[in-house]
């Protein structure tokens, strides 16, 4: 069983399913409304729980309503959140995402996401010595990301660095990352580059092996064996809702990294087309064995 650790954020997401996008100053009626729990670190945590691992999170949760579902609902996913803070003087994070046309446009409201702290990822430091792989975002602090990316090169344990939301990284914290896993966008944003650029040349300009997603179409991957960026397609999906894909694919590949890069990049890709043909973020992340009939019927001559 694969042991990961999880850095990052813990949201609840205000789900409005609509037939379009509004524009500036319109009002669009929505044809339904949920909640759902979320946030880009509590998504890969339970990504890679359904897919067999071992879990632990670091991260923060108000001491509210929501930050009592979201504790309730990790823990019943069979996380440890030994790590994961309350907070009584600040509220649990949130987003507002609007779903039109399998699109999704995303507002993410940090609160506690933005008070988890490098002392709370030393305090961590004994379970991730013990983890194969860590994963963290940019959904927090970027000292903790730091730390994060520190900690796992004194322990020599693989980190796992998800650029998003995008924003421009120290060439030196890319270095210290195992392995990048970006859109084209966030890969262009992180290296400071123009976003126009051939994804490929961009994958060869960074200073680490990068996983590159590239929705429908799958993902690219080179890393020190596979120094030329080598695709894996994608699998053809009747696709619902793409909230929550690219979490899922972290938490794959963070799962099954031990197997390889090659190997654990098609199983990420398999995990993500599964997750987009049902709604919500961590409501569409499958569990092992449904990935596991997804590839063997896929396998099939």
Same mark, same amino acid.
């Given at each position: 069983?694969?042991?990961?650790?999880?850095?990052?954020?813990? *949201?609840?997401?205000?789900?409005?399913?609509?037939?379009?996008?509004? &524009?500036?100053?319109?009002?669009?009626? &929505?044809?339904?409304?949920?909640?759902?729990?979320?946030?880009?670190?509590a998504?890969?945590?339970?990504?890679? =729980?359904?897919?067999?691992?071992?879990?632990s999170m670091? &991260?923060?949760?108000?001491?509210?309503?929501?930050g009592?579902?979201?504790?309730?609902?990790?823990?019943?996913? @069979?996380?440890?959140? !030994?790590?994961?803070?309350?907070?009584?003087?600040?509220?649990?994070?949130?987003?507002?995402? $609007?779903? !039109?046309?399998?699109?999704?446009?995303?507002?993410?409201?940090? /609160? =506690? *996401?933005?008070r988890?702290?490098? !002392?709370?990822?030393?305090?961590?430091?004994?379970?991730?010595?013990?983890?194969?792989?860590?994963?963290?975002?940019?959904?927090?602090?970027?000292?903790?990301?730091?730390?994060?990316?520190?900690?796992?090169?004194?322990?020599?344990?693989?980190?796992?660095?998800?650029?998003a939301?995008?924003?421009?990284?120290?060439?030196?914290?890319? #270095?210290?990352?195992?392995?990048?896993?970006?859109?084209?966008?966030?890969?262009?944003?992180?290296?400071?580059?123009? !976003?126009?650029?051939?994804?490929?040349?961009l994958?060869r300009? /960074?200073?680490?092996?990068?996983?590159?997603?590239?929705? &429908?179409? #799958?993902?690219w991957?080179?890393?020190?064996a596979?120094?030329?960026?080598?695709?894996?397609?994608?699998?053809?999906?009747?696709?619902?809702?793409?909230? @929550?894909?690219?979490? $899922?694919?972290?938490?794959?590949?963070?799962?099954?990294?031990?197997?390889?890069?090659?190997?654990?990049?098609?199983?990420?890709?398999?995990?993500?087309?599964?997750?987009?043909?049902?709604?919500?973020? %961590?409501?569409?992340?499958?569990? %092992?064995?449904?990935?596991?009939?997804?590839?063997?019927?896929?396998?099939?001559?």
């Amino acid at each position: 069983m694969s042991r990961i650790v999880v850095v990052g954020s813990i *949201n609840m997401d205000l789900v409005t399913l609509a037939p379009r996008f509004p &524009g500036p100053g319109e009002t669009l009626l &929505g044809s339904r409304f949920l909640t759902a729990h979320g946030g880009k670190g509590a998504n890969q945590a339970v990504a890679a =729980a359904r897919l067999g691992a071992s879990v632990s999170m670091v &991260g923060a949760l108000g001491r509210d309503a929501f930050g009592d579902q979201l504790h309730a609902g990790l823990a019943s996913e @069979g996380i440890d959140l !030994a790590h994961v803070a309350r907070l009584d003087d600040e509220g649990s994070g949130s987003a507002s995402i $609007t779903v !039109a046309a399998s699109e999704n446009q995303i507002i993410v409201v940090p /609160a =506690a *996401n933005a008070r988890v702290t490098p !002392a709370q990822v030393e305090a961590a430091r004994e379970t991730i010595a013990r983890a194969d792989a860590v994963l963290v975002q940019l959904e927090i602090p970027l000292d903790a990301v730091e730390a994060t990316l520190r900690l796992g090169r004194a322990l020599a344990v693989p980190v796992i660095l998800n650029p998003a939301p995008a924003q421009k990284l120290p060439a030196e914290w890319l #270095g210290l990352a195992s392995y990048l896993t970006p859109n084209q966008h966030e890969l262009a944003t992180a290296l400071g580059e123009d !976003a126009h650029t051939d994804f490929r040349e961009l994958m060869r300009r /960074a200073p680490c092996p990068v996983v590159l997603t590239r929705g &429908g179409e #799958g993902a690219w991957y080179r890393d020190h064996a596979q120094p030329e960026p080598a695709q894996q397609p994608g699998f053809a999906v009747d696709a619902i809702d793409t909230t @929550g894909a690219g979490d $899922t694919f972290n938490g794959a590949l963070a799962v099954f990294l031990h197997e390889g890069l090659p190997a654990a990049v098609r199983k990420a890709c398999a995990a993500a087309a599964l997750s987009v043909t049902r709604l919500g973020a %961590q409501g569409g992340m499958p569990w %092992q064995p449904e990935l596991d009939a997804f590839l063997a019927d896929r396998s099939r001559p």
